[in-house]
């Protein structure tokens, strides 16, 4: 992180925060890993963990007849996620909260669904599995996406990128280990397809980078981040087939 440009987090923010959502991820997958949830109760206590502006929360307020907690530490989506769901008439179904999700402050063994999308990895794997664990009832489930690598010997600037985000990414049976040392139990996992990295994250995230560039088209600094930020997707375009979204449902044991 030390050699990135001046003002690229006002920059990253602005450009993330105008987003559908904030990783890759679609309702179809998301009803693929619930439909795994075979034994939830008919309106679930849903726990949202780093919900983003809620893309994944409201299609689970969508499949779901339950209720949902959605927990960010970034203020901004938070608080455009309240304005989604007053809009929406969404206030009796969905919480919006700002916390960490490594000390969430929520009381233990509430929750019949700890979801979370593309967030676990900021606290560590492990760490999460163990809060997790800790907020699930009896029975619960946990379902969460978390990249993992595909392929071995990425190129040079993919690993370079992941490992300024994700130094710790591993592959599949890694996670699936991490998965049984937490006391979970698995009940299935599926990759995400190519193309939901692009419906509702790339494709909008290039647009607006095209529009952020017209904005800032006199503003060097804004214009170097643009140019940064620009490079996922890119390298997206290019190595997709190294590295991957992971779906895992998992069931606490006790
Ligand atoms: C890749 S984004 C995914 C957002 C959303 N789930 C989605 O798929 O669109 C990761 C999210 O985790 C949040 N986050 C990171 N660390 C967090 C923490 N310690 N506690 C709560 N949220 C956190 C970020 O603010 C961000 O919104």
């Given at each position: 992180m030390h050699d990135l440009p001046p003002r690229f987090w006002p920059i990253f923010f602005e450009l993330y925060e105008s987003l559908p959502r904030q990783g890759p991820g679609s309702r179809a997958c998301t009803g693929k890993a619930l439909e795994l949830?075979?034994?939830?109760?008919?309106a679930p206590a849903i726990l949202d963990l780093?919900?983003?502006?809620g893309g994944q929360t409201l299609h689970l307020a969508e499949l779901t007849l339950g209720t949902i907690v959605a927990l960010d530490n970034h203020v901004p989506s938070i608080d455009r996620l309240r304005a989604t769901v007053a809009e929406r008439g969404l206030a009796g179904r969905i919480r919006p909260m700002v916390g960490?999700?490594?000390?969430?402050?929520l009381p233990p063994k509430t929750f019949d669904l700890v979801w979370s999308e593309?967030?676990?990895?900021?606290?560590g794997i492990e760490n999460a599995l163990r809060v997790c664990r800790g907020l699930l009832r009896s029975g619960g489930y946990l379902a969460f996406t978390d990249a993992v690598w595909?392929?071995?010997?990425?190129p040079p600037e993919v690993k370079a990128s992941f490992d300024m985000d994700y130094p710790t990414m591993g592959r599949v049976p890694d996670a699936l280990a991490s998965i049984e040392r937490g006391g979970l139990s698995l009940i299935g996992h599926f990759t995400l397809p190519d193309a939901v990295w692009w419906d509702d994250f790339y494709t909008p995230m290039e647009l607006r980078i095209g529009e952020m560039r017209g904005k800032y088209s006199d503003d060097a600094d804004a214009l170097a981040v643009l140019d940064r930020l620009a490079q996922e997707p890119a390298m997206h375009r290019s190595y997709s087939d190294y590295y991957a979204y992971e779906f895992f449902v998992v069931r606490s044991k006790n």
């Open positions: 949830c075979r034994d939830l109760p008919s780093g919900c983003g502006v960490d999700m490594a000390n969430p402050g593309g967030a676990l990895y900021n606290i595909r392929k071995e010997n990425p």
